[in-house]
């Protein structure tokens, strides 16, 4: 393990607003889907919003994607990489809103429950959530938590499973040989979701199924990392290159919903999906004749900076809406649910942004307080916060940085 400092903070300013986008279709999927009064009037054309739950498979693929990214630039950087600053760094980022959102699971929302005297009664596992495995406690109870806020904090708890095992995994165990890292994990969870096809909750949820979802995003890291002539064709793509792979991947994965739900076609769907998401990383960070550069949208660009918050917090608003829905007795009605899903945006929104602003940035400003060993290189961005859990920072080939890191969580 090395003593250097900290390797510098570069940026694929890109992917700061699909950040936001994969956040906001998982806002949609628990507005309209999962959170919400009994017998909710929703349209047919709404349902729709449940492919909002892929994403989280997005978080997880952008996750090993930027994570590996950062490793590797590190050792290019340093010929090695410091693991205990890689775990600062993470805990840093990732623990205190974490733990913030616990606390209020298992203590402020049975208070203030019991303050209004309505029955409540949290199912969850404290020792399991306390330990980040809040995603096995769900798998074996077989149920969900009774707090939305704490619901959503099982896909955090993958992601710092993969933070623990994964520098280990590709930076020395397969450090001669970086594919075995990749071949391992995706082999691995291939064959639980095998095994478990039949479990939709089981393969949906439990870490040896989802993690070939982030495999597959460090292998997309690994090959654009260690190959500029690979980065070179990607750049070289036509527009209706582009076109025609979104379009055979889409096909490929439409064909799935049609055929017989055998063990082979679970196991593999999740990696489908997962070319999806890597076409879309890669199109959009290397790609020079993209249809749209998602970095144009300055809108979503600025609100990737919170959307780990939002991603944390937005379940906690919208169980308020809906109690207060309920006791104030607001019929379920299409143009009632819109309301609550907009009040909610706003709410959510507004609530990442105090956080992070009064919360999670004194957390990130400590990151980097450390001074840096003698001829150590300096971060440009000595005080810009980390990504959130697996969107590290991470570099385009060519230098080019953004102004400020998008912060997010992955996660549902």
């Not at 279709?25 to 892929?54: D, E, K, N």
């Not at 995003?217 to 002539?229: E, H, K, L, Q, R």
Request: proline share 6%; with cysteine.
């Amino acid at each position: 393990m090395s003593t250097h400092s900290t390797p510098p903070k570069t940026f694929f300013p890109n992917l700061d607003g699909l950040r936001t986008l994969a956040c906001l279709a998982v806002f949609g999927f628990h507005a309209f889907i999962t959170i919400g009064p009994q017998h909710t009037v929703i349209p047919r054309a709404f349902s729709v919003l449940v492919l909002g739950a892929l994403g989280v498979n997005f978080f997880y693929v952008l996750s090993g994607f930027l994570i590996t990214y950062l490793l590797l630039e590190e050792e290019q950087q340093h010929q090695s990489v410091d693991l205990r600053a890689f775990y600062r760094r993470r805990v840093l980022r990732i623990w205190p809103l974490f733990y913030a959102c616990v606390a209020y699971g298992f203590l402020v929302a049975p208070l203030l429950m019991h303050l209004l005297r309505v029955p409540y009664h949290e199912t969850a596992g404290l020792a399991l959530h306390l330990a980040f495995l809040g995603n096995l406690d769900t798998v074996w109870r077989g149920g969900q938590p009774t707090s939305s806020g704490l619901a959503v904090l099982w896909s955090v708890a993958i992601e710092e499973q993969f933070y623990l095992v994964w520098p280990v995994l590709l930076m020395f165990l397969f450090r001669r040989w970086r594919p075995g890292a990749f071949l391992l994990v995706i082999a691995v969870c291939l064959a639980f979701r095998y095994q478990h096809y039949a479990n939709e909750a089981l393969i949906y949820r439990h870490s040896l199924a989802v993690m070939s979802d982030m495999a597959m995003g460090g292998a997309a890291a690994w090959a654009c990392f260690s190959f500029p002539a690979l980065r070179q064709h990607i750049a070289g793509w036509s527009r209706w290159t582009v076109a025609g792979l979104y379009v055979a991947v889409l096909v490929l994965i439409a064909a799935q919903r049609v055929l017989p739900v055998t063990p082979g076609a679970v196991a593999v769907q999740r990696i489908t999906r997962s070319a999806l998401f890597v076409l879309v990383i890669v199109e959009q960070n290397y790609a020079t004749h993209s249809w749209f550069k998602i970095k144009n949208s300055r809108w979503l660009t600025y609100w990737g900076t919170f959307t780990y918050g939002f991603y944390c917090l937005h379940p906690i608003v919208l169980d308020w809406l809906v109690f207060a829905s309920e006791h104030l007795h607001l019929p379920p009605t299409l143009l009632n649910t819109l309301v609550r899903a907009a009040v909610g945006l706003l709410l959510s929104g507004s609530l990442a942004w105090l956080s992070f602003t009064y919360w999670e940035r004194p957390f990130l400003k400590m990151k980097n307080r450390r001074p840096p060993v003698a001829g150590a290189t300096t971060a440009p961005h000595g005080d810009a916060p980390a990504a959130p859990p697996g969107q590290e920072e991470a570099s385009l080939p060519n230098g080019a940085q953004a102004t400020v890191l998008a912060e997010v969580v992955a996660a549902s």
